[in-house]
């Protein structure tokens, strides 16, 4: 299977996975950068109900058992599971995350997550799904 988008069969990501997987096991899952270095986890995942789509998933940066972490929202087609990471591997540097959009959970998801859906696409130059 090819790798681009246009070519992938509905329900695969761009590693050939299926589309369907249970929240608690993207939940909790470690992310790292394409050298292997751990940079987070997967604290949650924002679902748009009214369109049936991921808005973004919340990925935990920095701090030390909860105090001082950034939450920061990442699309989700940037996420790419690697097996042999047992990682989600996204394509972002430190200093890119220094600059990019980051809040308290709670802040992310006001007005229904809208903002930080369409700051963190815009940042990241994710294609938009709405």
């Not at 996420?79 to 709670?106: F, H, K, M």
Request: proline share 4%; hydrophobic share 30%; net charge neutral.
């Amino acid at each position: 299977m090819s790798a681009s988008t246009s070519s992938m069969q509905p329900g695969t990501t761009r590693s050939g996975h299926t589309s369907a997987i249970r929240a608690k096991k993207v939940i909790g899952t470690t992310v790292k950068n394409t050298e292997g270095e751990k940079i987070g986890t997967i604290e949650d995942i924002a679902l748009d109900k009214l369109s049936n789509n991921i808005m973004f998933t919340v990925c935990g940066f920095g701090g030390f058992l909860g105090m001082g972490e950034k939450y920061h929202p990442i699309p989700w087609g940037l996420l790419n599971y690697q097996e042999s990471q047992d990682a989600y591997v996204v394509g972002v540097t430190a200093d890119q995350l220094r600059g990019a959009p980051a809040d308290t959970i709670e802040e992310l998801m006001k007005g229904n997550g809208v903002e930080y859906r369409d700051r963190a696409y815009t940042y990241y130059k994710a294609p938009k799904y709405w």
